[in-house]
Nanobody
Framework: QVQLVESGGGLVQPGGSLRLSCVAS????????MSWYRQAPGMQRELVAH????????NYADSVKGRFTISRDNAKNTVYLQMNNLRPRDTAVYYC?????????WGQGTQVTVSS
């Protein structure tokens, strides 16, 4: 059974940091490119960060460049999103996404709220 389980979300003040984790199971994690998406209320889901299967290449949305870092540990079947200098507009549900060829999977999401 394929699972992507996110954790690490929560309430944080502006300027604070959070680290999201996504643990994968039920598929060969090291074959899959991984991404983090987010969706704010009333908004479309948007790509935040992407990492290739080996971790050799990463890409970021302009809105998070310099503040967020995506990384992965293939030995632990886990992808991370380190989020620094958080802003209220970063508030959203954050989703983990795995893709390899025509196969793709979504996690259930974790809520991140940035508020004073």
């Amino acid at each position: 059974q394929v699972q992507l389980v996110e954790s690490g979300g929560g309430l944080v003040q502006p300027g604070g940091s959070l680290r999201l984790s996504c643990v994968a199971s039920g598929f060969t994690f090291s074959r899959y490119a991984m991404s983090w998406y987010r969706q704010a209320p009333g908004m479309q889901r948007e790509l935040v960060a992407h990492i290739t299967n080996t971790g050799g290449t990463t890409n970021y949305a302009d809105s998070v460049k310099g503040r967020f870092t995506i990384s992965r540990d293939n030995a632990k079947n886990t992808v991370y999103l380190q989020m620094n200098n958080l802003r209220p507009r970063d508030t959203a549900v954050y989703y983990c996404y795995a893709k390899w060829g025509h196969m793709d999977y979504w996690g259930q999401g974790t809520q991140v709220t940035v508020s004073s």
